[in-house]
C-alpha cells in the first residue's frame, strides 16, 4: 500500500500538535528573544533530552546483550536483556528509581509502581538467586 494511506486522522492530529508547538516555540522566541529563548527553554530542553537518551540507551546495551528475532523472542526474554545501572543514591532517587530499577520496570510495567522499583528489584534478586537463575543484569 501507499505510505499514509488510511492514516488520516494521525495525520491531521500530528500537523495540528506540530502546528501547537511551533505557535508556542513562536511565542515564547517573541516574549524572551532568542537569548533567552535558549537559556529558559532550549538549553535545559537539550539538557534533558541527552539525558533521557543516554540513560535509556545505557538500559537496553551491554555487552553481552542479545538480540532475538522472530519467534526466539518473548516478553521475558527481553526483559532480562535490560541492564540496572547504579548512578549513585542521588541520582537514583531523582529519577525514581528508573536507572536502578529498570529490568522490574519492564517486567511489572503496570503493577509496580516507581516508589516501589528499589523494594521490588532487592525481591526480584533474591528470587533469582534462590532460584538458580543468573539472568538478572546490573552494572556500577
Do not use: C
Amino acid at each position: 500500500g501507499r505510505m499514509w494511506e488510511g492514516e488520516g486522522e494521525k495525520v491531521k492530529r500530528g500537523l495540528v500538535s506540530s502546528g501547537v508547538t511551533a505557535g508556542y516555540v513562536f511565542g515564547m522566541w517573541n516574549l524572551l528573544g532568542g537569548f533567552g529563548f535558549f537559556n529558559v527553554i532550549f538549553g535545559p530542553w537539550l539538557v534533558m533530552s541527552f539525558w533521557l537518551f543516554m540513560v535509556t540507551y545505557l538500559q537496553h546495551h551491554s555487552e553481552d546483550g542479545k538480540v532475538y528475532e522472530g519467534s526466539s523472542w518473548s516478553f521475558v526474554k527481553g526483559a532480562f536483556e535490560t541492564v540496572d545501572r547504579d548512578y549513585g543514591e542521588f541520582w537514583n532517587e531523582l529519577s525514581h528509581n528508573m536507572m536502578d530499577g529498570h529490568v522490574l520496570h519492564h517486567l511489572f510495567f503496570e503493577g509496580v509502581p516507581h516508589y516501589n522499583l528499589k523494594q521490588g528489584t532487592e525481591e526480584l534478586k533474591s528470587f533469582l538467586k534462590e532460584e538458580g537463575m543468573d539472568i538478572y543484569k546490573f552494572e556500577e
